[in-house]
């Protein structure tokens, strides 16, 4: 059985915390500030599209809002580091850095790309962020995923087109010969 245990903060007057767990209430004071650490927590929306084909290649982009907490104000810097996958992997450029106003919240682009020499695989991407004194975000970095698979067809490195063009050329021979045994028949 799983202990629930609910947290509730009455920040004015007598700084009350209410704890509740399985269904007794209890009141303990405690000294609180009024307004958490200034900070910023960082959200990445999930990549889209969320799988690419290669190894034509492609280009996946997420979202990543950056929220202000407590009257926080500062420029956000992010580094994208591939954390999981096989090599080689896709690549992701650093995104933009982004002003966070107090109160508000400020977005940036994460932008992933894959080409030929990318492997098949699930790849995980960390992002990192830091204000100007490289305090990193309230609750840690956060990453995305993406899925690459390599699809091989006419036309492209996988071999296709030679297959096709190998089977044209035994589909002529052939008819030529079935013309020519057919032409010598009728000929005797």
């Not at 307004?35 to 997420?62: D, R």
């Not at 850095?97 to 790309?113: D, E, N």
């Amino acid at each position: 059985m799983a202990l629930v245990v609910q947290a509730k903060f009455f920040p004015r007057a007598t700084h009350l915390l209410a704890l509740v767990c399985i269904g007794i209430a209890v009141l303990v004071p405690v000294s609180l500030a009024q307004t958490p650490n200034p900070g910023f927590v960082i959200t990445v929306f999930p990549l889209t599209p969320p799988s690419i084909t290669a190894p034509t290649g492609g280009t996946a982009t997420a979202t990543i809002m950056f929220t202000s907490v407590g009257g926080f104000t500062d420029t956000i810097r992010s580094t994208c580091v591939v954390t999981a996958g096989p090599s080689p992997a896709p690549s992701c450029a650093d995104p933009a850095p982004v002003v966070v106003p107090s109160g508000s919240s400020g977005f940036t682009t994460l932008t992933v790309t894959t080409n030929s020499a990318t492997h098949s695989g699930d790849f995980t991407f960390k992002v990192r962020a830091g204000d100007s004194r490289d305090h990193g975000p309230l609750a840690g970095n956060v990453a995305a995923t993406l899925s690459v698979q390599h699809s091989y067809g006419v036309g492209n490195a996988g071999g296709g087109g030679i297959a096709i063009s190998v089977l044209a050329a035994l589909l002529i021979l052939w008819s030529a010969g079935s013309i020519w045994h057919r032409k010598s028949a009728e000929s005797r």
